[in-house]
């Protein structure tokens, strides 16, 4: 089956502008958590989102947000980009939540200029 | 913040060497996973181990966990170049619906 697929793969935007990443799931699974990997902080936790509702959320600001489709597909976006938001973002499904495992899609690097 | 923390952070061995990573954790878990990640690449999930489990095999790969010392370890039997990547340990808590990853542990196959 289809795995993780994430969209665009990569992304250079300006300071000030907004950004929207896109992540669909193994068919099935319900659950989506977004991560941001940067080298100085390692992944950090965004948000999950379960049946389109936001379950949880890290300690990001309110730039970043995001939701879930009826179709498990979810968004990302970071409004205001700054310098510091340039990272990986990697997008993980999973059928029933942590108590299985996740299976990532290859990623979104964006580059913030 | 993170919660768990691999060690040692950088590991270089020989191929068919044993590779062992280790892992912490802080708080209460449900379970424990590892994935590893090629250069800039996603997340590929190896094994997973339940709180109420001591140890886990799946082909080369040989995951144990002692709760009561918070601590995991992952082996990597007869390393093959193959293996080169950074390896995570990440600690689920079904409550939370989120895993936490450590920092990892950077492998590296020399031939």
């Known amino acids: 089956k289809a795995g993780v697929t994430q969209t665009p793969r990569y992304l250079i935007k300006t300071r000030g502008q907004q950004v929207t990443l896109s992540c669909s799931p193994i068919?099935?699974?319900?659950?989506v958590s977004w991560y941001q990997q940067t080298p100085g902080q390692g992944l950090q936790f965004l948000f999950e989102?379960?049946?389109?509702?936001?379950?949880n959320k890290g300690n990001f600001p309110g730039r970043f947000s995001g939701r879930q489709f009826s179709n498990s597909r979810s968004e990302m976006n970071v409004s205001t980009l700054e310098l510091g938001d340039s990272a990986l973002y990697l997008c993980?499904?999973?059928?029933?939540?942590?108590?299985?495992?996740?299976?990532f899609g290859s990623g979104t690097r964006l580059t913030v200029v | 913040s993170q919660q768990g923390e691999e060690d040692p952070q950088a590991l270089s061995i020989q191929e068919g060497e044993n590779a062992t990573m280790n892992c912490s954790y802080k708080t209460s878990i449900n379970n424990l996973q590892w994935y590893r990640q090629n250069s800039g690449r996603g997340l590929v999930h190896l094994i997973l181990?339940?709180?109420?489990?001591r140890e886990k095999h799946s082909g080369r790969l040989r995951v144990t966990l002692d709760t009561s010392k918070k601590s995991s370890s992952l082996l990597i039997t007869a390393s093959r170049a193959a293996d080169t990547a950074s390896y995570f340990c990440a600690d689920g808590d079904g409550r939370a619906s989120k895993i936490i990853f450590g920092s990892g542990t950077r492998l590296s196959i020399r031939p």
């Open positions: 181990i339940r709180s109420n489990e």
């Open positions: 068919s099935g699974h319900r659950s």
């Open positions: 989102y379960f049946s389109e509702t936001q379950r």
């Open positions: 993980a499904s999973s059928s029933l939540g942590t108590d299985y495992g996740y299976t």
